[in-house]
């Protein structure tokens, strides 16, 4: 943008100048025509272009001075929080399941910390590992049996430190943790280690091996891995991982059972998928062993059976 510049000394001799000029011009015709008007005249278009010249020169300089200084910065516009549609707390709506889930977790994780006060930090129940409601069944249960022998469980992890520290407090029975894979075993032998617990429990390490089974071949944990197992008094199915195979956990209670005390409980985790319900299934129907098995109750997402009454 071009604007004027504000007023200088150059400026101001050129408007003496030309006053100069008009008021002689005007002196010169006053006294030629004897009339005083024409110094009159000269005297107000002088000081017309003065003012306006003066009026000028002062806008022109606050615009420059305008013009110097940096451009504010404007604020953005606040947002508009929109809520998002089809979102609702309505009973089976997805944002209710949700909140009973939370529910239920923190609701187990405080009945689980009032049971056995912990003084490190617990591996976080959850995804792959045991739910806390499930958590909560095991200790309750090893808490409350009329005796505890041993406790096997297939795929170690976060339940084998509660199911550890549920022992050590009541100071009795061990803990056979029979893992596949050897950096998870490590993991938690160190977490073991870190609460002082790894004197309730031995990890079994072994590779899964084809071997026969029901007129087919199953992957499972060799002979060597079930050796002086017995009596049994609770039985946790959550291992081996879906991926390795169709029904790959179903093993579990055939190849136990005549091991398990009359009283035993076995859970079995992950039921909220269609193979684990599928191995539920069967293991009611079939009558696995000398009796049939009945589920008990279930958590939110593990089943308990015991011998069929």
């Not at 002196?27 to 306006?52: I, N, P």
């Not at 022992?167 to 490590?186: M, P």
Request: glycine share 8%.
């Amino acid at each position: 943008m071009t604007t004027w510049p504000a007023l200088g000394r150059r400026t101001l001799l050129l408007c003496a100048g030309a006053i100069g000029v008009v008021l002689a011009l005007s002196v010169v015709a006053a006294l030629v025509w004897e009339d005083a008007a024409w110094l009159l005249g000269a005297l107000l278009l002088v000081s017309t272009g003065v003012s306006v010249v003066l009026a000028k020169s002062g806008h022109n300089a606050l615009q420059l001075m305008r013009e110097s200084l940096p451009t504010p910065v404007q604020a953005p516009a606040p947002t508009q929080v929109v809520p998002p549609t089809g979102l609702s707390y309505a009973p089976g709506e997805p944002l209710d399941m949700l909140r009973r889930d939370i529910q239920r977790d923190v609701s187990a994780l405080l009945s689980l910390h009032a049971l056995l006060p912990v003084t490190g930090s617990m591996p976080a129940p959850g995804g792959w590992a045991a739910t806390p409601e499930t958590l909560l069944v095991l200790v309750s249960r090893i808490m409350a049996a009329p005796r505890i022998d041993t406790v096997v469980e297939c795929g170690s992890g976060t339940s084998t430190a509660w199911i550890a520290l549920a022992l050590k407090k009541r100071g009795e029975g061990r803990l056979i943790s029979l893992e596949h894979d050897q950096n998870y075993a490590d993991s938690t032998r160190l977490k073991l280690e870190e609460l002082g617990l790894d004197g309730w429990v031995e990890i079994r390490v072994h590779d899964l091996v084809l071997q026969p089974f029901e007129a087919r071949s199953r992957l499972w944990f060799p002979s060597e891995a079930l050796a002086d197992i017995g009596p049994v008094s609770l039985l946790f199915v959550d291992g081996p991982p879906a991926h390795l195979g169709a029904e790959i956990r179903y093993p579990a209670l055939p190849l136990l059972t005549d091991r398990l005390t009359p009283d035993a409980w076995v859970i079995l985790d992950d039921i909220d998928r269609a193979e684990e319900q599928s191995i539920l299934a069967r293991w009611v129907a079939d009558g696995t062993g000398a009796a049939p098995f009945q589920v008990r109750f279930q958590t939110d997402r593990a089943a308990v059976l015991e011998h069929a009454r």
